[in-house]
């Protein structure tokens, strides 16, 4: 069975950092892939972007694009999120979905995602 857990939001203020952490497990083939989702109040949810679990391979959403990272442990098989210079907008729940599969050249959207997390709330105000 598939699990996805998040954690790590909160608030932070207009250019400040936050990690974002997603425990993936249950996962019998090394074939899939997470990624990070959000929605603002009011707005539908977005990618923000993702990591194939077989080669490492990563893909931004163009707002998030040179300002936040996802990276993976494969030994604890936790992806995170790191938000740099986070602004206003990035106001959010932050969601983590992972999926069996592998996407070349973008993420995959979000009803081709499987299994998902609760969320996490990423609030940015000063």
């Known amino acids: 069975q598939v699990q996805v857990v998040e954690s790590g939001g909160g608030l932070v203020q207009p250019g400040g950092s936050l990690r974002l952490s997603c425990a993936v497990s249950?996962?019998?083939?090394?074939?899939?892939?997470t990624a990070w989702f959000r929605q603002a109040p009011g707005k539908e949810r977005e990618g923000v972007s993702c990591i194939m679990n077989i080669d490492g391979s990563t893909y931004y959403e163009d707002s998030v694009k040179d300002r936040f990272t996802i990276s993976k442990d494969n030994v604890e098989n936790v992806v995170y999120l790191q938000m740099n210079n986070v602004m206003p907008e990035d106001t959010a729940k932050y969601f983590c979905?992972?999926?069996?599969?592998?996407?070349?050249?973008?993420?995959?959207?979000?009803?081709?995602?499987?299994?998902w997390g609760k969320g996490t709330l990423v609030n940015v105000s000063s």
């Open positions: 979905a992972a999926s069996t599969g592998y996407y070349s050249g973008s993420c995959p959207p979000s009803y081709g995602m499987d299994h």
């Open positions: 249950g996962f019998t083939s090394d074939y899939y892939v």
